[in-house]
């Protein structure tokens, strides 16, 4: 079992809808959690980081965490076309002394005009 | 200010060649992290440094990989006699020093590595 898991996708949703992303995690004691964007050909962009149960809002961008159930998740809403990237869930794991991300094989998002 | 520079950009390498990957993390960061991503999966850890120091080195998958950062900042990734699956995006992180919650890590462009 991998540490951290997102389904492959692609996930397709037209102009405006919401997106929603999700992401499974091992480490029961985990205690931090990204997500991050990366367009085609480019770098990892963070888009939201999540610490503590429950929702955290950035504009259009939500994210959800449940330590009991080991999962967070990303809600897009409105989503655009320029949205369509690969989301990356990405987690620190307990006890760990360098704060590496360990991360899922993304989420492939499209979004149709 | 200036983010986090990666060069080359682009490397071939014949198999078997040595090659040197270059990391200029934005100044001040004293966390200077680097990652493998290979086409289609997530970036996977390769090493840290705080400062000049290689703190963890659990991730270089063999021998033929070796990372310093010799003055604190310039960070250089070496992999000896390389091999096929070598081919990956090589990705540089820096962050602020860790003091509790850990901080944002932000990437370099990347140097996409191709091994014949």
Redesign the interface.
Known sequence: QKE?EQN?GPLSVPEGAIASLNCTYSDRGS??FFWYRQYSG?????IM?I?SNGDKEDGRFTAQLNKASQYVSLLIRDSQPSDSATY?C?V?PYGG??????????TLLAVQP | GAGVSQSPRYKVAKRGQDVALRCDPISGHV?L?W?QQAL??????LT?F?NEAQ??KS?LPSDRFFAERPEGSVSTLKIQRTQQEDSAVY?CAS?LV?RG??????????TRLLVL
Do not use: C, H, M, W
């Not at chain 1, 480019?42 to 963070?46: D, G, I, Q, R």
């Not at chain 1, 002394?97 to 993304?106: E, H, R, S, V």
């Not at chain 2, 289609?40 to 850890?45: A, H, I, M, R, T």
């Not at chain 2, 919650?101 to 990347?110: H, K, S």
């Open positions: 951290v492959s205690q931090s480019k770098s990892p962009e963070l980081s610490y990356l990405a620190i002394a360098t704060n590496k991300l360990i991360f899922g094989t993304g | 966390s992290f990652y289609g999966q997530g970036p996977e850890f840290y705080q703190l963890d991730g990705l962050s860790d919650r850990a901080r944002t890590q932000y990437f370099g462009p990347g």
